[in-house]
């Protein structure tokens, strides 16, 4: 049988009742029971986020929403909008993304390319992206899936004279 005479056995010993102890007799949070929803929960928002309706765009009716004055910020890729507000540090005015926000982003997410050349001017029809090569296509795919895990798909991209 062992001994409470050795320092190590001791300290051992007092560790255990120490442990039975808190299990036993656990310390008692005091403070008021919640008596309703919003007063047990420290986690809700101080405000509800803005709505976000799916719609249809066109490149028209798209292009207001690109940062200025401290709008939302949505962009389309391959037919898809986005709402990338939350974004706003890469897609935003100054950001370095910026010129996409309003805009058509395809054929620039596809190629990596920030040039004013990616985008097709707002009154043309949209880029049909057929002369984009497979891994094209494929880098815009991966932004695709990127987009559609990060942000809110919130309308449709469609010719100026669909709606």
């Known amino acids: 049988m062992a001994s409470l005479g050795t320092p190590v056995n001791t300290a051992l010993f007092v560790y255990i009742l120490y442990s039975v102890q808190r299990i036993l007799f656990p310390k008692s949070k005091s403070g008021p029971i919640p008596n309703e929803f919003k007063a047990g929960y420290s986690w809700m928002p101080k405000s509800h986020p803005p709505s976000v309706l799916f719609k249809i765009y066109t490149p028209k009716t798209l292009e207001p929403f690109n940062g200025q004055d401290g709008r939302r910020i949505l962009l389309a ?3 898809t909008v986005y709402d990338v507000t939350s974004g706003r540090n890469f897609y935003g ?3 370095m993304y910026g010129n996409f926000a309003g805009r058509d982003a395809s054929r620039g997410m596809a190629k990596q390319s920030f040039d004013p050349e ?6 043309q029809p949209l880029d049909s992206l057929q002369d984009l090569k497979p ?3 494929d880098n815009m795919k991966g932004w695709i ?6 942000y809110i798909i919130c309308g449709k991209l469609v010719e100026n004279d669909a709606v």
């Open 77 to 79: 890729i391959d037919g």
């Open 93 to 95: 005015p100054n950001g």
């Open 118 to 123: 990616m985008l097709t001017p707002v009154d």
């Open 135 to 137: 891994d094209e296509i």
């Open 145 to 150: 899936e990127h987009f559609s895990n990060k």
